[in-house]
């Protein structure tokens, strides 16, 4: 990816170079409603035309994808929800699997308790 990365930069930074060192001339340079005038070299104006679209460009796709980050961002916040909720349903199976463990592993008791009263007599004749 670098490679590709120089192998387009590389030759544009050069023509750059080569276009001011070319055109070092100085051009009178004026707005209209201004009263005033500057000496500006071509190149000056040329390259400055050409960063100020990159820059008005770069504002305009940041402002255009605005959309795109805050649903990014609202995705984000319910994933970070749900990995709780997952986090949470986790503990709550762990919880009721050790529970179960345990109620297995448990003696197990009568479900109704003995008395040690003596059982009453039913052949008793007076």
């Known amino acids: 990816m670098k490679l590709l990365y120089w192998l387009i930069a590389g030759p544009l930074i ?47 796709a940041w402002f255009g994808a605005g959309r795109t980050r805050g649903r990014a961002r609202a995705a984000e916040r319910t994933l970070r929800g749900r990995e709780v909720e997952l986090e949470d349903l986790r503990r709550k199976v762990k919880e009721a699997e050790i529970a179960e463990a345990r109620q297995k592993a448990a003696p197990t008791t009568p479900s109704t308790p003995k008395s040690n009263l003596p059982a009453p007599a039913s052949n008793v004749t007076h």
């Open 14 to 60: 050069a023509l750059s170079i080569l276009f001011a060192l070319s055109n070092r001339e100085s051009v009178d340079l004026s707005i209209w409603p201004l009263p005033f005038t500057a000496g500006v070299p071509v190149y000056v104006v040329a390259l400055g035309g050409l960063a100020l679209g990159f820059f008005a460009g770069g504002i305009v």
